[in-house]
């Protein structure tokens, strides 16, 4: 390491650690991406179908949608607690808050849940037995009710997504797919930051996909 300075080779050493760990979990070199990748219709019918014929797939399916359906971060989705969704009554809320400390950004927000996600989440609960309403909502083989973290939440998902046979997908895909599904539907930018979590609408913005086939249809429009 002749010509590097002390502060250099800690950092080029910090980089080949980071490196060296990512290929440990992953299995293989992690591949730079500057956005998620969004999932189509078929896509989204591929990962299900797989889930469903896996263990836990009541859990694996209700991830998947809560992330899907209400556009969560893989963290948030793990610090989920069956009482954050599940009222007193054992009823799933129709809306629910997510406390600072479970968000990325550190600011609370309220989640709305869908017709859709409501029947997903109660088909979830309805199968479940929690020991806890203080638990994880979801359940991991760990003893008491410790869940996932972000960390292996996203591990779970980056090889469920190689196993159901879709590339190039990643924890954040079902979040970006979100995003872009309502900005297709024209709901407002401010209303997706809104729901998302997001400070700033620029943000949001980078978070919306665009294809040859919106664009194909934006010029008919003139």
């Known amino acids: ?38 999932l189509t219709p078929q ?16 859990r694996n399916r209700a991830m998947f949608m809560i ?13 989920l607690l069956v009482s954050d969704v599940v009222d007193e009554k054992g009823q799933v809320r129709r809306e629910f808050v997510l406390r600072a400390e479970q968000t990325k950004g ?15 989440l109660t088909r979830y609960i309805k199968a479940t037995e929690f020991e ?11 003893k008491g009710g410790a869940g996932f973290t972000a960390n292996t939440l996203t591990q779970h998902f980056y090889h469920l997504y190689r196993k159901a046979g879709v590339d190039g997908a990643s924890s954040h895909s079902t979040r970006r797919t ?8 024209g709901i407002s930018v401010r209303v997706l930051a809104s729901l998302a979590g997001h400070r700033s609408i620029a943000t949001t913005q980078r978070y919306i996909d665009v294809n040859d086939d919106q664009k194909r249809k934006a010029v008919e429009l003139v």
């Open 178 to 185: 979100f995003i872009t599904n309502l900005a297709e539907q």
């Open 43 to 58: 896509e989204q019918r591929r990962v299900l179908d797989y889930i469903a014929t896996r263990p836990h797939a009541a």
């Open 106 to 120: 550190g600011q609370a927000r309220t989640v709305f849940v869908s017709d859709r996600l409501h029947k997903e």
């Open 1 to 38: 390491m002749w010509g590097l300075n002390k502060k250099e080779v800690v950092k080029k050493n910090k980089r080949n650690y980071a490196k060296r760990l990512a290929e440990h979990w992953l299995g293989r070199k992690p591949k730079m991406s500057k956005q998620a990748k969004t």
């Open 132 to 142: 806890h309403r203080y638990h994880k909502l979801f359940y991991t083989q760990k």
């Open 67 to 79: 992330m899907f359906l209400a556009g969560l971060r893989v963290g948030e989705t793990a610090a």
